[in-house]
């Protein structure tokens, strides 16, 4: 089974920037497609951005030009740079992998 392990959640103030982390094992990592999403409190859970095998990413309209996803295939692991972070970014961050989720980590934006 697919495990994979987000990392580098926190408190920031708006404006800030975090960059999460989230490690990828058992599975062809430099084929995979991966995605975030994220869960505020009290809301469904919606897509962030995608990046394909090939490096290319999406992104929903809401983190355009705020976030940036990446991949290093060498260290199984995506990224997800936030820059210019505000307060409805709160929430629970998730990579997924098909119907593999990680455990999430908490990014909360708070003056």
């Known amino acids: 089974q697919v495990q994979l392990a987000e990392s580098g959640g926190g408190l920031v103030q708006p404006g800030g920037s975090l960059r999460l982390s989230c490690v990828v094992s058992?599975?062809?990592?430099?084929?995979?497609?991966l995605a975030w999403y994220r869960q505020a409190p009290g809301k469904q859970r919606e897509w962030v951005a995608t990046i394909t095998s090939s490096g290319i990413p999406i992104y929903n309209d809401s983190v355009k030009g705020r976030f940036t996803i990446t991949r290093d295939n060498a260290k199984n692991t995506m990224y997800l740079q936030m820059n210019r972070l505000k307060t409805e970014d709160t929430g629970v961050y998730y990579c997924?992998?098909?119907?593999?989720w990680g455990q999430g980590t908490q990014v909360t934006v708070s003056s």
């Open positions: 058992r599975t062809a990592f430099s084929i995979a497609i």
């Open positions: 997924k992998h098909l119907n593999d």
